[in-house]
């Protein structure tokens, strides 16, 4: 499981919206997973996952239930030196990321994070998350498309007003 702890630290980390808090939920995933580890069946990662998951969830149930999980951009991310120009443009862009994917609600944020960041199959992801395939499509189709409409629209908001 071990080799997985990244990708469940990330996944919880979305959902949470917070670091601290994505350690607490890991930390009793893992145990979960100890506990189950003989109803694994198939691929470590995706199983794991999936107990991160329900753990998350119900982490959210108790704590927040009328908080949708979204994004904590305090993570450090390794950025190669460049000009102070290009690390803001980045830096504005993630910004504008992480604003969109927060904004999206949950089951379409966590498709998109499974598919995109964790770079999971569609089946993985279905097991993960309990649906048909058909349904994780749907959901990566139009989570692609809501999270493409607000990052136009905070992009449209963020441009200056130019007056003539």
């Known amino acids: 499981m071990l080799p997985h702890l990244d990708a469940a630290f990330n996944l919880a980390r979305w959902l949470t919206r917070n670091d601290?808090?994505?350690e607490d939920v890991v930390q009793e995933a893992m145990l979960r997973a100890y506990r189950f580890f003989d109803g694994l069946r198939g691929e470590a990662?995706?199983?794991?996952?999936?107990?991160?998951?329900?753990?998350c969830f119900s982490w959210l149930q108790v704590n927040r239930p009328?908080?949708?999980?979204?994004?904590d951009d305090r993570a450090p991310e390794l950025i190669e030196e460049t000009s102070?120009?290009?690390?803001?443009?980045?830096?504005?862009?993630?910004?504008?990321?992480?604003?969109?994917?927060?904004?999206l609600s949950a089951q379409f944020r966590e498709a998109l994070i499974l598919r995109e960041l964790e770079d999971l199959s569609y089946k993985d992801i279905a097991r993960i998350t309990d649906v048909p395939i058909g349904t994780v499509?749907?959901?990566?189709?139009?989570?692609?498309?809501?999270?493409?409409e607000s990052l136009q629209a905070i992009s449209n908001a963020a441009a200056p007003q130019v007056h003539k």
């Open 20 to 22: 601290h808090d994505a």
């Open 45 to 55: 990662r995706p199983w794991l996952l999936a107990v991160v998951r329900n753990s």
């Open 66 to 71: 009328a908080e949708l999980a979204g994004f």
């Open 84 to 103: 102070p120009e290009t690390l803001a443009v980045r830096q504005c862009d993630r910004r504008m990321l992480n604003e969109a994917l927060a904004a």
């Open 137 to 148: 499509m749907s959901r990566l189709a139009r989570g692609r498309r809501l999270l493409a």
